[in-house]
T-cell receptor
């Protein structure tokens, strides 16, 4: 069964550093997403990406965040100048068009 | 802004019995609803969905019921199995545009053997 692959599974970074979270969506999917889940809280939408551009972003997704699809397969989330409150599980997801997404298994980001 | 609410943070059910997980929403523009299951250290896994043109959708042991007038949906699992123990998230979307989901806070289901 096709999978969404995320790397790394766990990333520890110093406050103020930049991190890049990587995702390989399912190859024939057209919509790509990043969500995050702070420990003990709900899964929150960050950004959606379609046709090589951001189609929607949440209030959380400010100038500190950016996404890129640098080639035909990868979809990355860059977080600049990380803060302690950025510590969370970050989930990438993809879908063909609506319906149920396929989520990756997540990257646990710990900012120390 | 809690547009999707799951008011029961946890639920315990005996193996073989029915599990009923509930979800309420406030935005009448939502027209597509999904349930996801999540195990620790894994991403959410899609379980079942329902469009607003239906009031019931069934897939094996899982049935989702939608009551649009009450803005309420529920997931029934019959019979419950110990492997069903997980956190269940309800999510809602407008079935157009970016297909962004709004998730509920989740209900932790524990099925007791």
């Amino acid at each position: 069964e096709p999978e969404v692959t995320q790397t790394p599974s766990h990333q520890v970074t110093q406050m103020g550093q930049e991190v890049i979270l990587r995702c390989v969506p399912i190859s024939n999917h057209l919509y790509f997403y990043w969500y995050r889940q702070i420990l003990g809280q709900k899964v929150e939408f960050l950004v959606s990406f379609y046709n090589n551009e951001i189609s929607e972003k949440s209030e959380i997704f400010d100038d500190q965040f950016s996404v890129e699809r640098p080639d035909g397969s990868n979809f990355t989330l860059k977080i600049r100048s990380t803060k302690l409150e950025d510590s969370a599980m970050y989930f990438c997801a993809s879908s063909e068009r609506g319906g149920g997404y396929t989520f990756g298994s997540g990257t646990r980001l710990t900012v120390v | 802004d809690q547009q999707v609410k799951q008011n029961s943070p946890s639920l315990s059910v005996q193996e073989g019995r029915i599990s009923i997980l509930n979800c309420d929403y406030t935005n009448s523009m939502f027209d597509y609803f999904l349930w996801y299951k999540k195990y620790p250290a894994e991403g959410p896994t899609f379980l079942i969905s329902i469009s607003s043109i239906k009031d019931k959708n069934e897939d094996g042991r899982f049935t989702v019921f939608l009551n649009k007038s009450a803005k309420h949906l529920s997931l029934h699992i019959v019979p419950s199995q110990p492997g069903d123990s997980a956190v269940y998230f309800c999510a809602a979307s407008k079935n157009s545009g970016t297909y962004k989901y709004i998730f509920g806070t989740g209900t932790r289901l524990k099925v007791l053997a």
